[in-house]
């Protein structure tokens, strides 16, 4: 299940709701817990078994870890946890991969069959990452409660594509938890702004991308290439920013508050300032859980080149099996080892609206490499982005900019924070008036969401693969 789905938005979220407020106080984390377990096992329930076995492993390893006084034995479990985690993630998103790659290096033929993977298993691995190694360092007690660190696990508004909690962040808030109107109604606002960006924005611009990416990059023009980048631009953003503004709304209406995972990273003045604004909270768990154990760069040069490649390396391959993530990681890499002993000063003397064109032509060309068939593929059309396609201009290039420029410009409007800041000044100062135009604008996007919804086909958040 999605919440782009018509199922979601008029079945099993107002059931839920309802099913949530009936119950009393005490008792709302089980109901949560239960309906989290729904919304997991509605498509794939073959998978509810092995990842309840899992919580159940975690929760109990974690506690008979956190009773060991014994450095050595205790680091020796956090070990042992932790492959027992990844190991679960590698057969289900990379044994494929693996096997491949084996058999063209070794002449095998040896094969895995592909399998359905579990929701959100990439995110799950990391959260519960997470829980383990906080555990270990201490941060704060294994749960002894397994309800609730199921619940911290498997909370459905966060299951499928973040953001990456800590324990520490959810544990405040579950217990007892009552209405609270003004959460529910940011909540409610989130999430049709969510659905709007997800279904009018992204999905549109998405089928823009798929015309573009499909095209044999020979045949495609100086024109037409970079439209159809700046197209994958705007869906990727509009595609998870607004999938994960709908998951923090649904969070809200049940009472839970989840962190931002972006901040208007396109207005950002480099690829190291862009990757704290995107996805921050995978950005985060690389940070304090590798990059800085590591070393990062406290400990020499030789260090901080292993943390980068093994942070980037593993960044990219998180998002996907396959080589092209794993370059597109690394590429990102090599910019920001750039950036720190080259670029730093010039960026920041230059004026900002260069720093952020520089920024955008680097990010655009990593999406290039993200999202292509091939590495091949990738390489011809970023040969087409410089010229060596098919002219400077076609029919196809003018066509698709002349159809396409209205919600082009949109998208780079909404990727920027001005509208966002009159409207939050303009709700300080509500008045009926305001308050009513403001609902009608929601009750709006709402409508032509769901308009446009019905009129497309199933079309999950691109991260609810990874």
């Keep these: 299940m999605i919440f782009n789905s018509i199922s979601f938005i008029f079945l099993f979220l107002p059931l839920s709701l309802l099913i949530y407020y009936a119950t009393p106080v005490k008792a709302r984390d089980i109901t949560m817990l239960f309906l989290s377990i729904l919304f997991f096992s509605w ?34 479990m956090l070990i042992g946890i932790v492959t027992l985690n990844l190991l679960l993630l590698f057969v289900f998103k990379y044994l494929g991969f693996f096997f491949m790659n084996f058999n063209v290096l070794f002449g095998t033929r ?10 959100g298993i990439s995110f799950y691995t990391f959260q519960v990452l997470s829980y383990n190694i906080d555990v270990y360092q201490k941060r704060f007690t294994a749960e002894r409660n397994p309800l609730r660190l199921g619940l911290f696990c498997l909370m459905f508004p966060q299951l499928a594509s973040g953001p990456i909690m800590r324990y520490d962040e959810i544990q405040p808030q579950l217990g007892e938890r009552l209405i609270r109107p003004n959460l529910m109604a940011e909540g409610a606002e989130r999430f049709i702004v969510g659905l709007f960006k997800k279904v009018f924005l992204a999905n549109t611009l ?7 990416k499909t095209t044999d990059p020979g045949n495609l023009s100086l024109l037409f290439a970079w439209v159809g980048v700046t197209a994958f631009t705007l869906y990727i953003y509009f595609d998870f920013s607004g999938y994960m503004d709908m998951a923090i709304g649904v969070a809200n209406l049940f009472g839970f508050q989840l962190q931002e995972n972006f901040d208007f990273p396109y207005i950002s003045k480099s690829v190291s300032e862009f990757w704290r604004r995107w996805h921050m909270t995978l950005g985060r768990w690389f940070r304090d859980y590798l990059y800085i154990p590591m070393g990062g760069s406290r400990e020499g040069l030789g260090k901080l080149l292993l943390a980068v490649f093994t942070v980037w390396f593993t960044t990219g391959l998180w998002h996907g099996a396959s080589w092209n993530f794993i370059v597109w990681g690394l590429y990102f890499g090599v910019l920001i080892l750039i950036e720190r ?33 091939s590495l ?11 010229g060596r396609g098919s002219g400077l201009w076609d029919a196809s290039g003018i066509y698709y900019l002349y159809t396409y420029l209205p919600i082009l410009i949109l998208g780079i409007v909404l990727t920027r924070p001005a509208l966002f800041r009159r409207l939050s000044l303009m709700k300080l100062k509500m008045n009926r008036s305001r308050l009513g135009f403001f609902l009608i604008s ?6 032509v969401s769901i308009a446009y919804l019905l009129n497309q086909s199933f079309s999950p958040s691109m991260y609810i693969g990874f």
């Design 43 to 76: 498509g794939n329930p073959q998978y509810l078994a092995l990842i309840a076995g899992s919580v159940l492993l975690n929760y109990g390893l974690t506690l008979v870890m956190d009773r060991i006084l014994i450095p050595d034995a205790r680091k020796t």
């Design 110 to 119: 040896l094969y895995a069959e592909r399998l359905a993977q579990p929701l």
């Design 206 to 212: 998405g089928a823009l991308w798929n015309v573009a």
């Design 341 to 373: 002993f080259a670029l730093k000063k010039i960026l920041s003397r230059i004026p900002g609206f260069l720093a952020n064109a520089y920024t955008l032509a680097a990010v655009m060309i990593g999406w290039v490499v993200f999202d292509t068939t």
């Design 376 to 386: 091949t593929h990738a390489g011809g059309y970023l040969l087409a982005l410089l």
């Design 442 to 447: 929601l009750l709006i996007l709402f409508l």
